[in-house]
Antibody
């Protein structure tokens, strides 16, 4: 069955960077897209961007441009999301999700990775 | 950038009642590119509806979606205890693929 297994919780200081991983199994990693969505405590969902694991192509939401980088390692079917210049309002659960294409609904989600930014 | 506004913010209903959730877009969205998700506390969101009206695999038929243009609706025909959760709409027509702010369906 399709699974997206994310890396564990992180605690970072303001200004630092964080990298979250998302290991895919149960489907062809390079045949689908990976989207990243975050959720601040008690808040709604915020779409961050997508990654095409086949080509490495990306599309980031404007508000994250310059701070976010989405990459992949096809040899281990893993996608990565790195966010730099962390601020306290970046404290959130970060989810990866699978989609059939760049403009598609999110069929399967990881369990999320809590990133806490605190001095 | 398309903004999605969900209403009401909270819906208080009893099991067995009908729930109607609304999502309004700031500009027209192709109905082929509209989804609804359910999220329970401490869990990741789960896809309910895609293409505005198609149920995802395993979703009971008490969930139905409708709408076009700027107005979309999720209807839960008879609420079961497991349906009390937060529901989000999303458009994936034009990046950024925004979500609505959510509607919490709580037990009355």
């Amino acid at each position: 069955q399709v699974q997206l297994v994310q890396s564990g919780a992180e605690v970072k200081k303001p200004g630092a960077s964080v990298r979250v991983s998302c290991k895919a199994s149960g489907y062809t990693f390079t045949g689908n897209y990976v989207h990243w969505v975050r959720q601040a405590p008690g808040q709604g969902l915020e779409w961050m961007g997508w990654l095409n694991p086949h080509s490495g192509g990306t599309n980031y939401a404007q508000r994250f441009q310059g701070r976010v980088t989405m990459t992949r390692d096809t040899s281990i079917s893993t996608a990565y999301m790195e966010l730099s210049g962390l601020r306290s309002d970046d404290t959130a659960i970060y989810y990866c999700a699978r989609a059939m294409s760049y403009a598609e609904y999110l069929t399967h989600w990881g369990l999320g990775t809590l990133v806490t930014v605190s001095s | 950038e398309i903004v999605l506004t969900q209403s009401p913010g909270t819906l208080s209903l009893s099991p067995g009642e009908r729930g109607t959730l609304s999502c309004r877009a700031s500009q027209s969205v192709s109905s082929s590119y509209f989804a609804w998700y359910q999220q329970k506390p401490g869990q990741a969101p789960r896809l309910l509806i895609y293409g505005a009206s198609s149920r995802a695999t395993g979703i009971p038929d008490r969930f139905s979606g409708s709408g076009s243009g700027t107005d979309f609706t999720l209807t839960i025909s008879r609420l079961e205890p497991e349906d009390f959760a937060v529901y989000y709409c999303q458009q994936y027509d034009t990046a950024p693929f925004a979500f609505g702010g959510g509607t919490k369906v709580e037990i009355k």
